[in-house]
């Protein structure tokens, strides 16, 4: 359901201005004729030449918040509206208040439109606070009841809106915050696993120098050592010459004629006892 909008269309007497020619005068009557036509930016134009000619009057202003609202640029519009206000006109007075909470209601909408809660709850807050100040003026006023009951029912709507985009900011923040913690962790467990391996690739590097190092002595040692040089020369002497079984019994057999042949001179006595010396040594 759409706010109520009150046209009032005011056109300059002309005694209120400087002389019947004056411009500002004709310019605001071309401009009223041009919004009557729907053709609002052609009135805009004519508004604002209005304007140009006499700014401090506020029927000007009041004419061109209606054009600035039927084209939808509805922040200048609450801005004409407002200006409208210090008007000295009573009947121009509360129609520039109602028709601003008309203009304030549907800068709200465009706002929430576009995601922008904060700034569409302060337009329908400055909407309802607007036709409160119109119903305390005029309690019979049933239009501006229909409207200040629409932006109480669009400030609720954008309070609760407010409440989950809030939660749903705080579990983001909560998220945001978890991985950032795990991450952290992870980073440090990384950090703790690369000294680990650090450490671990130096002391390996020592004892591969170590063993490296060790060697050539220990082999020096080995070879300085005696039964190391006999058993090389044991190795270095040539293996006995290997005879066959027959050989062998042909030496045992020559051996054992000698010893008989030994054995029968010394019964005979061909042998002579070894002489003895007489000297002293």
Known sequence: MK?????????????????????????????????????????????LKAQKGDPDEKSIDYNLG????????YDEAVRAYGRALSSGKDNIKKSARFNLGAALYKAGDKAALSDKTDEALESYRESARQYKTVLNKDSADND??????????KMKEMEHKKKREQKQQNEKERQKKEQKKKE???KEGQSEKEKRDK???????????????????????????????????QDSQ??????????????????ERDEKKLKENMLKGQLKKPS?????W
């Open 199 to 233: 450490s671990d690739k130096k002391k390996t590097g020592r004892e591969n120098k170590k063993e490296e190092k060790d060697t050539p002595r220990q082999n020096a040692e080995n070879k300085d050592r005696p039964e190391d040089q006999g058993q090389q020369k």
């Open 238 to 255: 040539p293996e006995p010459r290997r005879i066959s079984k027959e050989q062998a019994e042909r030496i045992f057999d020559a051996i």
């Open 66 to 73: 209606g054009a600035y609202y039927k084209m939808g640029r």
């Open 184 to 186: 952290q962790k992870k």
């Open 144 to 153: 501006a009841r229909h409207n200040l009951e629409l932006a109480l029912l």
């Open 3 to 47: 706010p109520a909008f009150h046209l009032l269309f005011i056109y300059i007497a002309a005694l209120a201005l400087a002389g019947f020619g004056d411009p500002a005068y004709f310019a605001n009557k071309r401009g009223v004729e041009k919004y009557n036509e729907k053709k609002y930016e052609d009135a805009l134009k004519e508004y």
């Open 276 to 280: 003895e010396s007489g000297k002293d």
